[in-house]
């Protein structure tokens, strides 16, 4: 049995303090004195995370808005660095984030101290380039995706497969009733969720288009129920886009968080690529995938990618098994027609169940233990 170790973790944004605080609870319950510092959000600070700065200073996205906070960022990271490499945790563990953990790894890497990414770079969909820096940056990588290891092997990096954390958390048998009892829903509503994602670029971009989306689904169906989780922070920009989009008079009802529990209670949703798809999927919702950057980011981004594929459920099970609307084929009309495409095709949706039910027993492997298991060889290595 090795010792409890000394963890320092960065994560950004919402869905990196999530993955974080379900790892962090992992570790505790084999290491129970497991301290841990760094950068992280409430979810990590509930599981007696020290943060050194909040995860939402890492809450960027896209190359133009990385640019804009470069000086910032980098401040933070240097900063970061010259501590850990005074204070020597066992193991350093950047989740996700890449283009700013690996530039922290590396040197972290250099100078002794064991270095783990939690979650491969999607390098198997854009930016392939980016394995040479995680070769660099990490002596072994937590993956969340059966086909990962194999292909880090061939550039001569470790890695694991350890499962979607989610997967663990997400029952396989869907709480729909209780969630829909928890949001005062009716077991005889017909449930639209909206998810236009945890940033403020994605809210600005992507809120507009769903809301408006809505709009057109009210009007071929009155009797529809819509519901928004607001992420934190965000609570005065989603009624700002409501109220633009003229939606105020439309049967929505906003909630703060309970993503989940959204997901859970409705029918369909209509959902910001990301990782909130992925939990869409592991709910076994039907779901319209939309998204929107800026121009810039659009421009640079299309020309890294290597798939068809833009959202998570349809990149894992290579196909287009729900509808994506990306950048300019994001139009309400289309979005609209998509998602009531599914309320009407039975047949349609219970397929759809079928390969989600069989995608979220593939992803279902104690992700917890496996990583616990992974980091205590990578110490016993040390």
């Avoid at 600005?204 to 607001?230: D, G, T």
Wanted: hydrophobic share 50%; aromatic share 8%; with cysteine.
């Amino acid at each position: 049995m090795t010792p409890a170790p000394r963890l320092a973790m960065v994560a950004g944004e919402a869905s990196g303090d999530q993955l974080a605080s379900l790892l962090l609870a992992g570790l505790h319950e084999r290491w129970p004195g497991t301290r841990a510092v760094g950068i992280g959000g409430p979810q990590m600070l509930a599981q007696g995370f020290e943060a050194w700065w909040p995860s939402d200073k890492l809450s960027v996205f896209g190359f133009v808005d990385a640019l804009r906070h470069y000086r910032e960022l980098v401040g933070i990271r240097n900063q970061l660095r010259d501590r850990l490499l005074q204070e020597r945790p066992d193991v350093f563990i950047g989740v996700d984030a890449p283009d700013f953990n690996f530039g922290l790894e590396a040197p972290l890497k250099a100078a002794g101290i064991r270095t783990v990414h939690f979650v491969c770079p999607s390098i198997w969909a854009w930016r392939g380039e980016r394995v040479k820096k995680l070769a660099a940056a990490a002596d072994h990588v937590l993956c969340l995706y059966p086909f990962e290891p194999a292909l880090l092997a061939q550039h001569g990096v470790a890695a694991t497969f350890v499962g979607h954390p989610m997967a663990d958390k997400v029952p396989l048998d869907v709480p729909r009733a209780d969630a829909r009892r928890s949001l005062a829903l009716a077991e005889e509503d017909t449930v639209v969720a909206l998810l236009p994602g945890s940033r403020r670029s994605e809210i600005r971009h992507i809120a507009p288009a769903l809301l408006q989306a809505a709009l057109l689904m009210a009007q071929r169906r009155p009797e529809l129920r819509f519901v928004l989780p607001i992420a934190p922070g965000l609570r005065t920009m989603v009624e700002q886009a409501v109220v633009e989009a003229g939606a105020s008079h439309l049967n929505l009802q906003l909630v703060d968080g309970r993503s989940h529990e959204v997901l859970a209670a409705c029918d369909v949703t209509l959902i910001a690529s990301g990782t909130a798809t992925l939990e869409a999927a592991l709910y076994k919702r039907p779901m319209v995938i939309v998204y929107r950057l800026g121009w810039l980011n659009w421009q640079l981004m299309r020309r890294m990618a290597y798939q068809p594929w833009f959202g998570l459920p349809n990149i894992l099970l290579k196909d287009f098994v729900v509808p994506e609307f990306i950048q300019d084929a994001a139009e309400p009309q289309a979005i609209a027609q998509a998602g009531l495409a599914w309320l009407d095709d039975v047949p349609r949706q219970e397929r759809l169940q079928r390969q989600f039910t069989d995608l979220h027993h593939s992803l279902r492997q104690d992700t917890s233990a496996r990583s616990s298991d992974a980091l205590a060889t990578l110490l016993q290595k040390a």
